[in-house]
């Protein structure tokens, strides 16, 4: 579903052409494409204030924080199945079974992953996918990417997050096209847009240039999981 619609938002933003660079501008190396990359922001951008970002805001203000977390800790149990395969393609095998454990508690225990008991028992969340696995495997990030929709990336973690899309459990459990796959779909957006709305906040009081911050923001956090790993 969503890799779809990415493609099917590269012909308007081509259409565009390519974003003029701000007076003063520092190339960054890390950053080959950024006319390319600063439409797609802006595109993203604009998408993001008519549709998702009003969506996200309704949503936080009409549905009680309970609730809300119970759907944060059903997608973030998901997630946990991924990271128990990237620790094992790791060969951590430490980290791989606490995140088995965390899968299986909170999935029987917890509901389908409603609730968090796991991390009651010490067992911490982690953050892992395909592409801090490349990463450990010795690739570097590569180009920046600013993907239609998805966001910041690099070229590295544009192939890791094709992968971990294949790994999707929800993937295995219905069909793309059903209603119920594009109503979970849609409810992820949602919530993880929701999650974000606080970060913005501080981004937008700081920045003078919202696309050389979000770039600066991403690269800082993908080191900082490179490097130490995080846990929730």
Not at 42 to 67: C, H, M, R, W
Not at 77 to 87: G, I, Y
Not at 160 to 165: L, Q
Request: proline share 6%; charged share 25%; with cysteine.
């Amino acid at each position: 579903m969503i890799p779809r619609l990415v493609f099917l938002t590269l012909p308007f933003v081509l259409l565009t052409g390519c974003a003029s660079l701000p007076p003063g501008h520092t190339v960054d190396e890390r950053d080959p494409w950024e006319r390319y990359n600063r439409a797609m922001f802006s595109f993203n951008d604009g998408l993001d204030k008519a549709v998702l970002k009003p969506v996200a805001q309704t949503y936080k203000a009409t549905i009680p924080e309970v609730i809300r977390n119970r759907v944060t800790n059903f997608f973030s149990n998901l997630s946990d199945l991924a990271s128990v395969v990237h620790h094992s393609l790791q060969a951590e095998p430490k980290p791989a079974l606490e995140s088995t454990g965390r899968f299986v508690v909170n999935s029987t225990v917890g509901l389908l992953g409603l609730f968090d008991p796991a991390s009651s028992l010490g067992l911490a969340r982690t953050n892992e996918d395909a592409g801090l696995t490349l990463g450990r495997w010795g690739v570097g990030h590569g180009p920046y990417i600013m993907l239609p929709l998805l966001g910041p990336s690099s070229l590295r973690d544009t192939v890791g997050t094709v992968a971990d899309m294949r790994m999707d459990l929800t993937d295995e459990l219905l069909n793309p096209d059903s209603a119920e796959r594009i109503t979970l779909t849609g409810v992820r957006v949602v919530d993880l847009r929701t999650r974000l709305l606080e970060i913005e906040k501080g981004v937008d009081l700081i920045s003078f240039d919202r696309y050389v911050s979000v770039r600066s923001g991403y690269f800082a956090r993908r080191e900082r999981l490179q490097e130490q790993g995080e846990t929730e």
